[in-house]
């Protein structure tokens, strides 16, 4: 009977903590990505986002990026967005994919110069292009990129209740066995 009791109590302590979140998950279809390029020459993070609903009916599908950031370590203070693409505003552009294995893929076509050199840098999929903006097909070094999606705010904000609800629970057990004789 007790368990019972305290399956309704978290039910209930759950429900109520769901319902007083902001519910925009569904409607809003704006996907969050982080990444990492790998190269021997450069490393940087970077963040994008763009709008599911948006893609693209061809063969692969392509969405507009909403928003972009990225920047190479050691230069802290210089942050390439989505309009340093030299396509703009057509450009940068997610596509999806699928590996030959069936997995799907997300990816990022981004191309940007460097603000301090001659250099333009390319991200496109899983590879990272470093090549001269001066001299015609010259590739000078070539990296990875990897990604992974970020939750949304209100999917985390889920989790942290559920779990302060399973922490709850657990010290009220603790505390309920302490106090019988």
Do not use: H, W
């Amino acid at each position: 009977m007790k368990l019972v009791t305290q399956l309704l109590l978290a039910t209930a302590s759950l429900t109520i903590g769901l319902a007083t979140l902001d519910g925009k998950n569904a409607s809003a279809a704006i996907i969050n990505y982080a990444f990492i390029v790998d190269s021997p020459t450069n490393r940087g993070q970077g963040f994008f986002s763009f709008d599911d609903t948006t893609f693209s009916d061809d063969n692969i599908p392509v969405a507009i990026v909403k928003s972009l950031s990225f920047k190479f370590d050691g230069e802290p203070n210089i942050v390439y967005t989505e309009q340093d693409d030299l396509n703009f505003p057509d450009f940068p552009v997610v596509f999806l994919t699928t590996f030959l294995t069936g997995e799907p893929f997300v990816g990022l076509d981004y191309v940007f110069d460097d603000r301090v050199s001659d250099l333009s840098y390319e991200i496109l999929g899983e590879d990272f292009t470093i090549f001269s903006s001066t001299a015609a097909n010259t590739e000078i070094s070539v990296g990875t990129v990897s990604y992974t999606r970020v939750p949304e705010p209100t999917t985390l904000a889920a989790s942290f209740v559920t779990c302060g609800v399973g922490c709850f629970m657990k010290r009220k057990g603790k505390l309920s066995k302490k106090f019988k004789v």
